[in-house]
């Protein structure tokens, strides 16, 4: 019985293995340059709408909906209403995210990205039978 690899090739896990962790270190060592944090409400629909109207836009219907579900819960347009204003506060919450990156240096910089580069490659290598 032949132990198969990576992919199903023979061989390759040593490969693989190595280049996950390379990867993963990479990756984690720039994503921990990375700052997010929130804006005031001004995503997709503040943009669209002006500073503040985006919240007003998604709460009306929501309320409305929840109010319809509350005197029927079987009204499909509450329940529609309920679903896209919960679908629309989700967008505007991922919208409203500002993500930058911390200064680094270039070496530092070039290292983070030749592991990810270096992982992937080996990644790559181990999906080929040897």
């Known amino acids: 019985m032949q132990i198969q690899g990576a992919g199903g090739t023979p061989g390759?896990?040593?490969?693989?293995?190595v280049g996950s962790g390379l990867a993963a270190g990479g990756l984690y060592l720039l994503f921990s340059r990375v700052v997010v944090s929130a804006g005031m409400w001004h995503g997709y629909f503040?943009?669209?709408?002006?500073?503040?109207?985006?919240?007003?836009?998604?709460?009306?219907?929501?309320?409305?909906?929840?109010g319809l579900l509350f005197f029927?819960?079987?009204?499909?347009?509450?329940?529609?209403?309920?679903?896209g204003s919960l679908i629309l506060l989700?967008?505007?919450v991922i919208t409203s995210l500002q993500i930058h990156f911390m200064p680094t240096t270039l070496p530092t910089l070039l290292v983070m990205l030749g592991l990810?580069?270096?992982?992937l490659g080996l990644i790559a290598r181990s999906f080929r039978a040897s």
């Open 90 to 92: 989700t967008v505007e």
């Open 116 to 119: 990810v580069g270096g992982g």
């Open 12 to 17: 390759g896990i040593g490969h693989f293995v």
């Open 72 to 83: 029927d819960g079987r009204s499909r347009l509450g329940w529609a209403m309920l679903a």
């Open 46 to 66: 503040g943009a669209r709408y002006g500073a503040g109207g985006s919240i007003g836009t998604v709460t009306v219907p929501f309320i409305a909906g929840v």
